[in-house]
Structures are given as structure tokens and as C-alpha cells.
């Protein structure tokens, strides 16, 4: 009864504001073939894949590669968790967001408009590759290295206990920049847009409130906000706005100006983010609009009351997401290097080491 009584106030603030228009992006509803029919069988991923092969230590490699990044650079475990989110999501977990743009692909995913200069966590990858070639050349592919590296990040960012990760994807060999438009969720997202989006991807709603949590840790630029914070009809939370117009506004130079997505424990991934939801703390658009019905509410009220649910049901979305679409033998490959496929994998390790956006 106590949860009822306070989702309905967290509702009547948001009840108010309903004369704020929705954004869809970036039509008012989603293309017809983003309806497929539904596509056969994903092959079978195994807890125990590497087991019996010379890489049998994969997972050992890939957590010490991120433990060493983080440490060298805080911050970059949440860029691989979004990294592995902005992968799954367009084309599958196939590692199409790590290929680099070539001549015969002057765009591929990581230069799309929700990616570019925005994602982090290559160079991290390509460690943890260059370790395992060293070891089994040819074994490892780059889709299930970021599938492993997302979840080291996750327990070692949070409270999240270690999880087991599933493994045998093989790399995908399409990248397109304009993929990223109709897969990944704007910050600028209304309810509908989001369940809509997830559901695409085979999430409940449930589910899509708990990946939510990872807004928990990481940066944003202030152009995917300012319009928010600038406006005082919006309904982000007076100090906040106050807080984050001192930082960045839509209409100066400082669009590109990164802040923390959480003020309370930003480099901590837990369930702080929703009591900021619940606070109005929140930055995105989409992000606030999780206490726009009642069941979402619900949802955000519970993660925040439980922790260990929480963590639980996150590591478990994690394991789900990393089960997208994810190609096989048939249809992929276990690239030498992640930033290309292998008909076009440059000869010298020089030529494929970029510098995160």
C-alpha cells in the first residue's frame, strides 16, 4: 500500500506537466522494417565455450586488460558498458561498432550521430585482443572480448557480483552509420519510444528500467540535455538546473562540456540513479520520463528500495542483451584485428590503433 501511495504522488508531479510535448525520434513512429519477421534460432552461446582450447584463460586476459584501463583511466569500465549496449543493440552483439571507417566503408557505426565522438573503450578492446593473439591467435572473437569486458566493468564499477557471460559469437562483418538512428534510444525519448525501442530487442519493460540503471555511471555532453536544464518548464529538479546552466547552455560554446550523469556516486554503478529519478535529478528527457505511468514508477520505486534486486536483474539483462542477434560461423568471422574485417585487416598494428572519441 505504501509503494501505491507513493508512485501516485511521484505521478501527480508529472500529471501537470502533460501539456509538454513529446519528441518522437526521428518519426512519430518506428519504420516498417523495424518490424522483421521474427529471424531463426541465435546460435546456441555456452558458459564453457573456451574451455577445451588453447584461450581457456580468455576471461582471466579480459579482466585484467579492463581492471589495468580503469586504473590508468577512471571512467572508461562505463564507456565499455555503453560501448557493449550501442553493439548489441545495432546489428546484434557481433562487434559491428568496434570496425573502423575504410574505403570500401566510409561510415560505419561508430560514426553515427548517436556515436560519434561519443563512445570510449576501443583501444581496450584492442588490448585485450593484441593479449589473446599472443596466446591462440584466431580463437577469440573481438564480440565476445567486449561481452566479456562490459561485464568485468559492471562488477568492477559496482556491487554487482560477478556473473557468468555466455560466449561463441562470431564478428559481424556490416557497419552503417545510419543503423545507429533507428537501434539506439535518444536521451530525448518519450515512454512510448523507449518500450517501444526495447521490445524491438526482446525487453520487457521491467528489463528496460533496469538497463537503465547504467545512467548510474559515466558522463554526458550538455547537448544532449541543455534543453532541459535551459527550460524552467521542464520538470528536472530546480538545483540541478541551476547547477548544470553554471556548466553548459544551449546557446554557447560549451555544448561539447561533459558532466557527470550522477552527482551523488558517479563512478559508482548502483542504484542511486533511481532515487535521482524519483528526485528529478535526472538529465535525459528519457530518463525522467520512466515516472511518466504508473508501472514504471513502480519499477523505479522497487530498484531503489532494493538494491540487491536490482544488481541481480541487472546482471541478468546483461547476459540477455549480450544474446542479440548474435552471428555465427555461417555468418561471421573471428576477425584478426577489431577495427576491420579481414579481407581489409592492415598489415601493421600501427595502422588500426585509434584514439578513443
Known amino acids: 500500500m505504501a509503494v501505491v501511495v507513493v ?40 558458459y564453457d565455450y573456451y574451455k577445451d582450447t588453447e584461450c ?11 581492471a589495468e584501463a580503469e586504473e590508468r583511466q577512471p571512467g572508461i569500465g562505463a564507456g565499455l558498458i555503453r560501448l557493449f549496449f550501442h553493439d548489441c543493440f545495432v546489428e546484434g552483439c557481433d562487434a559491428s561498432v568496434l570496425l573502423r ?36 591467435e584466431g580463437v577469440v572473437s573481438c564480440a565476445d572480448i567486449l561481452a566479456f569486458a562490459a561485464r ?32 539506439l534510444p535518444p536521451p530525448f525519448a518519450d515512454l512510448r ?9 526482446g525487453f520487457n519493460t521491467d528489463e528496460m528500467v533496469t538497463l537503465s540503471g547504467a545512467h548510474s555511471i559515466g558522463v554526458s555532453r550538455c547537448s544532449s540535455f541543455c534543453d532541459r536544464s535551459d527550460n524552467a518548464s521542464s520538470n528536472m529538479n530546480p538545483w540541478l ?36 529519478v524519483i528526485n528529478k535529478k535526472v538529465l535525459f528527457k528519457s530518463d525522467a ?7 514504471t514508477a513502480a519499477e523505479v520505486l522497487v530498484n531503489a528500495l532494493y538494491p540487491n534486486k536490482w544488481e541481480e536483474k541487472f546482471a541478468a539483462a546483461m547476459v540477455k542483451m549480450g544474446s542479440i542477434d548474435v552471428k555465427s560461423k555461417d555468418d561471421g568471422e573471428i576477425r584478426k584485428v577489431c577495427g576491420f574485417v579481414n579481407y581489409s585487416t592492415p598489415d601493421r598494428e600501427g595502422d588500426v590503433r585509434v584514439a578513443d572519441q
Open 101 to 136: 571507417p575504410t574505403k570500401a566503408n566510409p561510415q560505419p557505426e561508430m560514426l553515427g550521430v548517436p556515436n560519434v565522438n561519443s563512445l570510449h573503450g576501443f583501444n581496450v578492446i584492442d588490448d585485450a585482443k593484441k593479449a589473446l593473439r599472443e596466446k591462440c
Open 241 to 276: 538546473a541551476s547547477k548544470l546552466r553554471s556548466q553548459c547552455t544551449c546557446n554557447t560554446s560549451s555544448l561539447n562540456a561533459m558532466v557527470n550523469q550522477d552527482n551523488v556516486t558517479p563512478r559508482v554503478l548502483d542504484n542511486q540513479y533511481y532515487w535521482n
Open 56 to 66: 581457456s584463460g580468455v576471461e582471466d586476459t579480459v579482466r585484467r586488460v579492463v
Open 7 to 46: 508512485v501516485a504522488l511521484m505521478l501527480g508531479s508529472m500529471a501537470a506537466r502533460t501539456c509538454e510535448a513529446s519528441i518522437r525520434f526521428p518519426y512519430p513512429f518506428l519504420p516498417e522494417w523495424l518490424n522483421p519477421p521474427p529471424s531463426p534460432p541465435a546460435p546456441v552461446l555456452r
Open 193 to 201: 519510444l523507449l518500450k517501444d525501442m526495447f521490445k524491438l530487442k
Open 152 to 183: 568485468d566493468a559492471t562488477v568492477l564499477l559496482g556491487k554487482v557480483k560477478h556473473f557468468e557471460m555466455p560466449s561463441g559469437r562470431y564478428d559481424g562483418r556490416v557497419s552503417n552509420a545510419s543503423y545507429t538512428l533507428y537501434n
Open 289 to 295: 520520463a520512466l515516472l511518466s505511468s504508473w508501472e
